[in-house]
């Protein structure tokens, strides 16, 4: 009866002890393997400030960026680090790229955007400016930081406004600038994805936002949810690529 009793409470230890192995080693993997550094331009309102909420509701940690960062009170109440950058600045382009030398970044999200259905010089140019030069020149200057990542991934938002299929509608500026960042892509694509990079082109849908409007059919929070979970699943096969946010590819 001893050796029996003596034998059932080995095992019994046994099977504790590997749980607990198990159970460690799980979290430990978990802790080590999912806490990225996200880069997201625009984040102070709408898609952009949905993003840090998101990112950092999943323990990563997110770099937002703001025109006015003194402003973005929603943005650090997220506890991401929020930092000054106009994307049509270059001496803040600069400046970032200083500011965060030597600093891994896993995922880079080109969302700050802008858009107006005026059609004069000046509005097109800020379309063209913001939506297409911004996406280019700051994945130029923070592509070291991504070189430090082991999976760098730049997403540069467009839109299906900028497929050439479509080509109707009074948003001209921001329709030309859409497409013209989809070419970012294909050109970024070829010049990194040797590196190991993975960069895409990204419609995000119409969202309720100030940009969408409070009629559009998607809530922030459902499709950012949807395109987190696809951006951890893009690999190379997706790069050069132009995705709608559940997944779906895009033709241009």
């Not at 960062?69 to 950058?85: N, R, Y």
Request: glycine share 10%; hydrophobic share 40%.
């Amino acid at each position: 009866m001893k050796t029996k009793t003596s034998h059932s409470l080995a095992v019994t230890l046994r099977l504790l002890l590997i749980c607990l192995v198990s159970l460690t080693t799980s979290t430990f993997a978990e802790d080590k393997a999912e806490k990225l550094t996200i880069l997201v331009t625009g984040a102070n309102r709408g898609l952009g400030l949905e993003y840090a909420k998101q990112y950092r509701a999943g323990g990563h940690q997110v770099i937002g960026t703001a025109r006015k960062p003194d402003e973005a009170v929603e943005l650090k109440a997220t506890g991401a680090e929020v930092v000054k950058l106009d994307v049509t600045d270059d001496e803040d382009i600069a400046n970032l790229a200083k500011g965060l030398k030597g600093r891994r970044i896993d995922v880079l999200i080109n969302n700050a955007g802008y858009l107006s259905r005026d059609q004069t010089r000046e509005a097109l140019t800020l379309s063209f400016s913001v939506n297409t030069l911004g996406p280019l020149f700051v994945s130029r200057a923070l592509t070291p930081n991504l070189q430090l990542s082991d999976a760098p991934k730049v997403i540069n938002v467009s839109s299906r406004a900028g497929r050439l299929t479509d080509g109707t509608g009074n948003m001209t500026g921001y329709a030309i600038s859409k497409t013209a960042v989809n070419m970012v892509t294909r050109n970024l694509h070829s010049q990194l994805n040797e590196k190991g990079f993975v960069v895409i082109s990204l419609a995000p849908g119409r969202n309720q936002t100030a940009m969408g409007g409070k009629g559009a059919p998607l809530k922030p929070e459902e499709s950012v949810s949807q395109i987190i979970k696809f951006i951890a699943s893009l690999d190379q096969t997706h790069s050069g690529g132009f995705w709608y946010y559940d997944g779906t590819e895009l033709e241009w």
